[in-house]
């Protein structure tokens, strides 16, 4: 045994692709690709903080009927949103800290409650993750269309083009993403912040008398008195501003050592913000009387702009913080990217997704993932043609689905393994998977007609694929394993089948190749109405002996068998393929090499010049499948 | 030297492709094959008897402005036409007695004028075949669609199904082509010609005031004044009546023998009835005083249209005679379909387009030029969405270029020739040359802008084209060439490189198949974070001993040499492929054999499990094209 250990360095010269995505990243280098908690806002915090814009405007849209009483119970709504919210919280902090390599709902589900669970929370997650991107993306997208409708005719195209520039900036890796997103994330906190703040304050001061710079249109007479029904519906739309809380408790492996301090670090400042920005929406939309406009109508105005220009009035100040909000609305979908390879590594590893999802491209991300991820998400949009409300009800079902299982799996975590603290630990774990499950019926009840009914579907569809992914993998695994010592005895030399229609330099290179191979050689050639080159085809037969048998003898070898078709039908293919079978047929102990010449253009189109027998003899014996017939394609290079 | 004679029998059993094209013919069957000239006149009389409607209906829509004084032009114009086609049919009865294996005005020129002459015979005329296709099919459904309102929207979808019709009928055969066509044929002649016939003797009776059974709309009055200008344009509109005379001369071989008499006579009759058919309707539009309506106007009806009512009378004989004419202009693409492949493997048989064009198919057409032709009709008619009348304007420029190079070549023929009855058939064929070349020059001056100049630049492309393919076999034949016995001396065995990252059955195989090539062999393994099944790696390399070696040694081998290769970026194919150039510099007399192991599937969408580094592999090695770098895929089947 002979070991030699060799590096391999990538080209000093810049490629192409090393301008698109940077210089490739060794192994050894992931340390510094790590990021810190400040990072980690942007990279993995951007949906749910965005989700600030739209979770408070989904439930006063549901509200919308109820008149000014509606509003009243904005706040209520709100407080009962931040309270599961901080549940949650405080069940992923303990996840992050129980599965410091990552502990995404898959793994916490699957470790914990089983195999099938976790494929549920996976596919969940998935599909939420897709959704996430394709919804981000044409939200942003509708968002500046709406401020500029010149641009109406371009929403496909520019929802593409912003889909691509994401997969780029990812493809670079974990930490120039979060370089390139730090400034529009806390631009649009410390605006959105702000403005909340300082409005806070003063509405505090001047009592809730508060008078707003630009009057917000006055709220339509109730249409509906007030019952259960639509407060729960206005409940479970609000919930979609929780989406997006999972990512950071997934990509832990991605943060800087202490790993998960830095983890909790950043799920703390994302909560907070998120609690904070969630509680002044509401406090603000009770006190200025704001409530939601009908989507889709003349004279929409999202609840944001309106809080906006009631606190600021319509000057710069507003255009910044809108500009803020329409920016990080549309790089909300730069979570999935972070976290959708993850999660598609980690159901890789256990054979549920094909097992190129587990690896690290030149950047040290999972390309294939992420260029995924682009794919689905894309085929979303062009099939929405950019716009995707319609896919907003289906959005908050894969995210408390994959809530309650991690959390649920983190009950059995903490009750297997016991020790100090774990029985509070439970109880909080307990708590977080009994009120998510509870809002997971409410969203699935409330919005079944919606859409979320589309996820109940996909959800087992893609569990089925995962399941048969993994057992075709078993299949192939059952069927190559060998745990034993390498069989060599009785190896026989092949037989070696050389289709040869004309005397050229290609036929020779052939057939030295083919002596390399074997002393046991047939040239096989056709005779027939509609080969081409009927007179370099007589002079092989003829010149045979000369050319051939002759050389073969001096150099002493055995000379090849000749043999020759006759194809009365024309066919090429067929007797060359029969003849090979018939050959395997008749050796049930050696192998069958077929030698194909081939010549190799410089381009493609020269390709169209030449017949593509080639390729189609070796699909057909492919076809036919035998395990001793191995075609040889041997190259001549045109110069 | 051992030559074994077998016939490759087509299977018994009835295949799909048996179903849709009939069983394969044997190559004996030719003869079978041919026709006589009453099958001869469906097969590539369609297009010149089809004229008949078109041809008189162009030269009178460029009268319309003349009024009532324009119409009585239309006979001597009709006349002159006649007086052209006369000395046509005189010239091209000539070229198939000369040329019996079929004188295409391709092989005219080139034999009798030069390469180049023949090339510009040739690609003018795949033009002209390629136009015919998409014209003839888009008139027929047009006309269709003007009956029956209702059809306009699938336009496009009828042309096509149209053409696939007509492309599966040739595919099937000459034979059963001109079966298949025999009767719309001879239902045109008989019903035009009948009615002309019998119109013609009630007028000549009459006198020349023939009451017309349903008057003709009346002529607009004239504005403009009779001039020079617009006759030679209406005549130049009239010689697309003449199109498609060509088309026997270049199908000899298709006919029964005596093969020069059939073609000779099925000639006589396509140009008899087309001069009969020309004469008459200039008459009949003369005594009723018929003329064109403005196509695309309101109140459109075709002159044969208003001629078989003005006769007849809008009853069932006028809807037979009328969908009679429907169906063979829509038929009258077939003479391109009978043609343009013979053309083709003309062409080709000089190496001027893909030798792929020379092959005859399972019923002995020559698929490939059926299907090429297809497909740019297809492209043409998906490019103008099936109405193709701006088409028509570049037609006659294709036709009237082969007629004047095929009788120029003729003339040179007898010069060179001599002997009997030469001096009298150069006369005809340079009266011919002449003739059509004057004719040719006023068509293209007539007709410039209105889109004759697309044809005047597309001939000269595709002529560049077929040089540019014809340098490109010279160059390969330059190559490859040889003249001389093998050299089979200092043949070595090759290196044999075989990458494997594990363990397994497929692992074995490949090294019993190694060991069949060479007992110079090395094993490669990368490793590096980010190959999967690092667990089945490490299996590989602890187990070396165990697994590979012993054995080895046990069977009298050399055992392989394992290279590690230790890959930081990740990167796999490149140090494979880096290795192997490698080695093929170090060892400049050897063959490098590169053992890629493939799983197999059967069915296409398991591929997507597998990584696909097999074939990125042999494409990289392919692309830095090595002459001593032979891939070799081992196949695994699945299954």
Not at 169 to 179: I, P
Not at 300 to 310: E, G, H, R, W
Not at 341 to 358: K, M, Q, S, W
Not at 470 to 495: F, G, M, S, V
Request: contains cysteine; charged residues 15%.
């Amino acid at each position: 045994m002979k070991v030699i250990e060799k590096a391999a360095e990538p080209a000093p010269q810049k490629s192409i692709l090393d301008i698109l995505f940077g210089r490739p990243l060794s192994s050894e280098e992931d340390t510094a690709e790590r990021i810190g908690p400040v990072a980690g806002v942007p990279v993995f915090g951007l949906d749910a903080l965005s989700s600030a814009a739209y979770g408070p405007e989904a439930a006063l849209t549901i509200l919308i009927p109820l008149g000014l009483t509606g509003l009243t119970y904005i706040v209520p709504i709100s407080l009962t949103i931040i309270v599961l919210l901080s549940i949650v919280y405080f069940s992923y902090r303990q996840t992050i800290a129980a599965y410091p390599t990552g502990g995404g709902s898959y793994t916490v589900a699957t470790q914990n409650i089983g195999g099938r669970a976790g494929l549920l929370a996976g596919a969940a997650l998935m599909i939420d993750y897709i959704l996430n991107v394709a919804v981000g993306i044409s939200a942003g997208v509708g968002a500046l269309v709406s401020a500029l409708p010149g641009l109406q005719p371009y929403t496909l195209a520019l929802c593409l083009t912003l889909l691509l520039l994401l997969t780029l900036v990812n493809l670079r890796g974990v930490r120039e993403t979060g370089l390139v997103f730090l400034a529009p994330t806390y631009l649009f906190v410390a605006c959105l912040g702000g403005v909340i703040l300082f409005e806070v304050i003063k509405t505090l001061l001047l009592g809730s008398h508060a008078a707003p710079v630009v009057t917000p249109p006055p709220l339509p007479s109730a249409v509906a008195a007030v019952s259960l029904w639509p407060l729960i519906k206005a409940f479970a739309s609000g919930c979609t501003a929780m989406t997006g809380v999972e990512a950071v408790s997934n990509g832990v492996q991605a943060f800087r050592e202490p790993r998960v301090k830095s983890a909790q670090t950043a799920l703390t400042i994302i909560i907070a913000i998120l609690v904070l920005l969630l509680a002044g929406i509401a406090y603000l939309s009770r006190a200025y009387g704001i409530g939601a406009t009908p989507p889709g109508q003349p004279g929409y105005q999202s609840v944001l702009s309106q809080l906006t220009a009631a606190v600021a009035g319509k000057n710069t100040v507003y255009f910044i913080v809108i500009g803020a909000i329409l920016t990080v609305l549309s790089l909300s979908a730069n979570t999935s990217f972070a976290d959708f390879p993850r999660l598609c590594r980690a159901i890789a590893e256990d054979g549920y997704l094909p097992n190129v999802f587990t690896i690290r491209g030149r950047r040290l991300v999972f390309t294939f993932g992420v260029c995924s991820l682009a794919i689905l998400a894309g085929l979303l949009l062009i099939a929405f043609r950019g716009v995707t409300d319609r896919l907003i009800p289906l959005f908050a079902v894969g995210a408390f689905t994959a809530f309650t299982l991690s959390q649920a799996g983190m009950v059995m975590h903490w009750k297997r393994g016991g020790g100090h603290g774990a029985r509070a630990s439970m109880f909080i774990n307990g708590l977080g998977a009994f009120s998510t499950g509870v809002t997971l019926c409410i969203i699935i009840v409330a919005k079944f007609i919606e859409g979320a009914w589309i996820t109940v579907i996909a959800i087992p569809g893609l569990i089925m694929l995962m399941i048969y992914v993994r057992k075709h993998y078993d299949r192939i695994e059952r069927e190559t394993a060998l745990r034993e010592p390498a069989n060599l005895k009785n190896i026989i030399n092949p037989i070696v089948v050389l289709p040869l229609q004309r005397w050229s330099r290609v036929a020779e290179k052939a057939l030295r190749f083919a002596y390399t191979l074997s002393r046991d050689l047939r040239v096989l050639h056709i005779q027939g109405e509609g080969q081409p080159n009927q007179q370099a085809a007589d002079t092989l037969i003829n010149s045979w002996e000369q050319y051939v048998e002759k050389p073969a003898l001096q150099a002493g070898y055995t000379p090849p068998e000749l043999v020759v078709l006759h194809s009365p039908y024309r066919f090429v293919l067929t007797p060359i393929f029969e003849y090979v079978l018939e050959v395997e047929r008749k050796y049930p102990d050696r192998h069958v090499a077929v030698l194909v010449p081939e010549l190799i253009e410089r381009h493609w189109f020269y390709h169209l010049l030449h017949n593509q027998r080639a390729n189609a003899l070796k699909l057909m014996l492919y076809l036919k499948g035998n395990r001793r017939i191995i075609v040889i394609n041997v190259p001549w290079y045109v110069r």
